[in-house]
């Protein structure tokens, strides 16, 4: 008598924690799906082309997906490796000549692609703690008016 219910009891034992495992499992991959702050913000795609060494800037580039459906705004950028990342826009003058600017932030419309590359938008990192090398992966943290700031490891390429 003991015994039999002893055994149904480590039957019942045994099973119990996959079934509490699938239940856990089924719970995070529920709540994975809709997750509490917005997905609105996805970054993709960062790299940073280094020319020189670490007293020479270096540009940062990427690709930032609104996928929700109310307008973000990227306000700031910073790297705990250099002392300022700066948002900039590369403008085509009247001469011909290519020029920069720093822009205050960037707008990303709901639902769209903003693409920072070459001869666009870029980040201007300057004051590098320690020199850069071709693969290594360079941190950025960009911050969002809505989405909070979003850690992406850029690769580094070096020309
Ligand atoms: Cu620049």
């Known amino acids: 008598?003991?015994?039999?219910?002893?055994?149904?009891?480590?039957?019942?034992?045994?099973?119990?924690?996959?079934?509490?495992?699938?239940v856990l499992l089924g719970t995070v991959a529920c709540s994975g799906t809709p997750p509490s702050p917005p997905?609105?913000?996805v970054v993709r795609g960062a790299w940073v082309q280094v020319a020189g060494g670490?007293?020479?800037?270096?540009?940062?580039?990427?690709t930032i997906d609104n996928r929700g459906?109310?307008?973000?705004?990227?306000?700031?950028?910073?790297?705990?490796d250099?002392?300022?990342?700066?948002?900039h826009e590369t403008q085509p003058e009247m001469s011909g000549m290519i020029g920069m600017e720093s822009v205050a932030q960037v707008t990303c419309p709901a639902d769209a692609t903003v693409t920072?590359?070459?001869?666009?938008?870029?980040?201007?990192?300057s004051g590098l703690s320690a020199p850069l090398r071709?693969?290594?992966?360079?941190?950025?943290?960009l911050e969002f008016e809505h989405a909070g700031t979003i850690v992406v490891q850029a690769t580094v390429r070096q020309v």
């Open 82 to 87: 250099a002392s300022s990342v700066e948002l």
């Open 1 to 22: 008598m003991t015994r039999r219910f002893l055994s149904v009891a480590r039957i019942r034992g045994r099973s119990l924690p996959l079934t509490a495992a699938l």
């Open 54 to 62: 670490i007293d020479q800037p270096a540009a940062g580039y990427l």
């Open 116 to 125: 920072f590359a070459p001869g666009g938008y870029h980040l201007m990192i």
């Open 134 to 141: 071709s693969d290594d992966s360079f941190e950025l943290d």
């Open 39 to 41: 997905p609105g913000i």
């Open 69 to 80: 459906s109310t307008d973000d705004t990227l306000v700031f950028a910073s790297s705990p």
